[in-house]
């Protein structure tokens, strides 16, 4: 167990439809990362939080969106789904040190 | 984009050999740092080198850095099938973003 808690763990949604994905972080974590992984490619950079405020963004699309609570946990809201957005997704937390502490993965299925 | 580009794609080794994994990245960098992921899972993180260390060992991993050449070297001593993963090199992109290479994936056959 890693500490950072993502939820659910397995999703499966039609096409248009909206979800949301949930993280918490290590306990003193302030910095939240999202990340996609699509079958077979890398990790793709969504956005990052820190302490509640967005400080870095990647190849997001506008349909996605995120947030980080004051108690730290983060969302990932993606909306009107595509057949293309079927992919593992991750949260991970950051504290003092330079590296993440990555969850288990939310793995979305769009049909 | 990308910041960093593992080579090769795909690796096939037999127990108890060593494997070495490559990495190159564009921009300067603080630091560079491996990761591995068993299938389907979270990435767990290995090893972090600074850009003013060329070398660092872990157990039966060793890194190298070349920030001359923009390049880092990991290496499996030994390996055993619990090492079947994918390995990630990740650089930071500005302060914030670390981003990921496409990843290596090891196969050690018994």
């Known amino acids: 167990d890693s500490g950072v808690t993502q939820t659910p763990k397995h999703l499966i949604t039609a096409t248009g439809q909206r979800v949301t994905l949930r993280c918490s972080p290590r306990?003193?974590?302030?910095?939240v990362y999202w990340y996609q992984q699509s079958l077979d490619q890398g990790l793709q950079f969504l956005i990052q939080?820190?302490?509640?405020?967005?400080?870095a963004k990647g190849n997001i699309l506008e349909r996605f969106s995120a947030q980080q609570f004051p108690d730290l946990h983060s969302e990932l809201n993606l909306s009107s789904l595509e057949l293309g957005d079927s992919a593992l997704y991750f949260c991970?937390?950051?504290?003092?040190?330079?590296?993440?502490?990555f969850g288990s993965g939310t793995r979305l299925t769009v049909v | 984009s990308q910041q960093g580009e593992e080579d090769p794609q795909a690796l096939s080794i037999q127990e108890g050999e060593n494997a070495t994994m490559n990495c190159s990245y564009k921009?300067?960098?603080?630091?560079l740092q491996w990761y591995r992921q068993n299938s389907g899972r979270g990435l767990v993180h290995l090893i972090l080198?600074?850009?003013?260390?060329r070398e660092k060992h872990s157990g039966r991993l060793r890194v190298t850095l070349d920030t001359s050449k923009k390049s880092s070297s990991l290496l499996i001593t030994a390996s055993r099938a619990a090492d079947t993963a994918s390995y990630f090199c990740?650089?930071?992109?500005?302060?914030?973003?670390?981003?990921f290479g496409q990843g290596t994936r090891l196969t050690i056959n018994p």
């Open positions: 939080y820190y302490n509640g405020e967005e400080r």
């Open positions: 306990s003193g974590d302030l910095s």
């Open positions: 080198i600074r850009s003013n260390e």
């Open positions: 991970a937390s950051r504290g003092k040190e330079s590296w993440l502490t």
């Open positions: 990740a650089t930071h992109q500005g302060a914030q973003k670390l981003v």
């Open positions: 921009t300067s960098i603080n630091n």
